[in-house]
């Protein structure tokens, strides 16, 4: 998974960011959590990003290719929490 790094005012970018998110994988794979509502129903149900890849298998991308391996796991749990 991608590292990313909180620092005490929030989240800092390696190198780049994307629309506020660590990079583009993150921020599109946060957009389909809260935009398609099948991702989002699973998202209800996980309890960290981990558990909603499970729920997620066998897919391991957005529909728009976004490796979910690539994706900031600190943001991505943040983004699961906030469904909950």
């Given at each position: 998974?991608?590292?990313?790094?909180?620092?005490?005012?929030?989240?800092?970018?390696?190198?780049?960011?994307?629309?506020?998110?660590?990079?583009?994988?993150?921020?599109?794979?946060?957009?389909?959590?809260n935009?398609?509502?099948?991702?989002?129903?699973?998202?209800?149900?996980?309890?960290?990003?981990?558990?909603?890849?499970?729920?997620?298998?066998?897919?391991d991308?957005?529909?728009?290719?976004a490796?979910?391996?690539?994706?900031?796991?600190?943001?991505?749990?943040?983004?699961?929490?906030?469904?909950?």
């Amino acid at each position: 998974m991608m590292m990313c790094f909180l620092h005490s005012g929030g989240f800092t970018m390696n190198d780049k960011g994307y629309n506020g998110w660590t990079n583009r994988e993150t921020w599109n794979i946060a957009l389909w959590i809260n935009n398609d509502e099948d991702w989002y129903t699973l998202s209800r149900d996980a309890v960290d990003f981990a558990d909603f890849r499970r729920l997620m298998r066998p897919l391991d991308d957005t529909p728009d290719g976004a490796k979910f391996a690539d994706g900031c796991v600190t943001e991505l749990d943040e983004v699961i929490r906030e469904n909950t």
